[in-house]
């Protein structure tokens, strides 16, 4: 896996690299299309992952929602970063924050389920 993720990125740098000097508006094309075939080939990876931990849920107890929200979560914050790096790696380092603070209001925003699951499974704990 590793190796196909670094010849991956080793072929995405020398493309990006020979487009600056070419055709330097297309070289934020070719980031974005070489981060793309990356996520891809993790994916069949990233679906173990998920599926190990929904096995761990299922086997703990805790609300599939709970779960969810979690998985959305992380999902949100790899993708903001991506994004972020992205839009710094264009120039538009501003644009970069503003979306970096907008994933983190969608995390918090996300996380009020999981703090209600959490405070409904304390006060189930102090009713036994």
Known sequence: ????????????????????????????????????????????????????FDAIVKKSGIDDAVF??????????YLTEYSASVAADAGCASIAQKLQLGGKLVIFIMSIRIVSALIDSVISLMNV
């Open 1 to 52: 896996m590793i190796f196909k993720l670094v010849g991956i990125a080793v072929i995405g740098v020398i493309v990006v690299s020979m487009l600056k000097t070419a055709k330097p508006e297309f070289a934020v094309f070719a980031t974005i299309a070489t981060g793309v075939v990356m996520i891809i080939t993790m994916l069949s990876a990233l679906q173990d992952v998920i599926l190990a």
């Open 68 to 77: 969810a929200a979690v998985l959305k979560i992380i999902g949100i914050g």
